[in-house]
């Protein structure tokens, strides 16, 4: 009788998910990154340099270019992907490296958000001010969940929705934006399905815990 262990179908589908997401970073950077190892380039210099883009995309949406903003999100999550991309191929990956670059990942989307916000009221758009407050929230609790589980020592790294689906659908909003109410719906969106991953990662972290 054989021993292997049995995983549900639907469990198999969630453990997938973060393999899917590297591999689709590491297509789409490892052309790039190779550009990077013989320059005084490091890791942290492009953690750096997307924050920088993304506080330039937070200023364009909040002088009303939001189209404009779109593109430089898109740019500025390119860079996310590339600096750990470059932190593995050139053996640079330090724990310092990660925690700036968690940090200045929630200060991104802070910023971002608070941006939106500020259009919002000028809009006096009570609707778009309270989902872009609860996809704040909702996107926070996220990486909170993520944060206390690995530090107690456990993995979590399941979810549907993480950081670069959420960059991707905020900045298909901005680049919709001048249809109407297209940026809320993406807010909406990201609001929703980060309660939902929340809650998948809370489960997912309550089952380890049962052991």
């Known amino acids: 009788m054989s021993t292997e262990k049995v995983i549900p179908r639907k469990q198999r589908k969630v453990t997938k998910l973060p393999e899917i997401r590297k591999n689709i970073a590491s297509s789409l950077t490892k052309s790039v990154v190779r550009l990077f190892p013989r320059t005084f380039i490091t ?41 750990g991309a470059l932190a593995r191929i050139t053996d640079q990956v330090t724990r310092f490296g990660a925690i700036l670059d968690s940090t200045l990942d929630r200060l991104s989307e802070a910023a971002l958000m608070l941006g939106i916000l500020v259009v919002f009221a000028q809009e006096q758009s009570v609707l778009g001010i309270s989902i872009t407050g609860a996809a704040l929230i909702f996107s926070f609790l996220v990486s909170y969940i993520r944060s206390r589980a690995e530090a107690s020592g456990l993995e979590c790294e399941v979810g549907l929705f993480t950081r670069p689906e959420r960059v991707i659908m905020l900045a298909l909003g901005l680049l919709l934006s001048r249809y109407d109410y297209a940026l809320t719906a993406a807010l ?18 309550w089952r380890q815990t049962r052991k």
């Open 43 to 83: 890791p942290n210099i492009l953690t750096l340099f997307g924050f920088a883009l993304t506080l330039g995309a937070t200023a364009l949406i909040v002088t009303g270019n939001l189209f404009a903003s779109g593109f430089v999100v898109l740019v500025a999550g390119f860079f996310d992907m590339l600096d």
């Open 188 to 205: 909406g969106i990201v609001a929703v399905f980060s309660l939902i991953t929340a809650s998948q990662r809370l489960f997912h972290v």
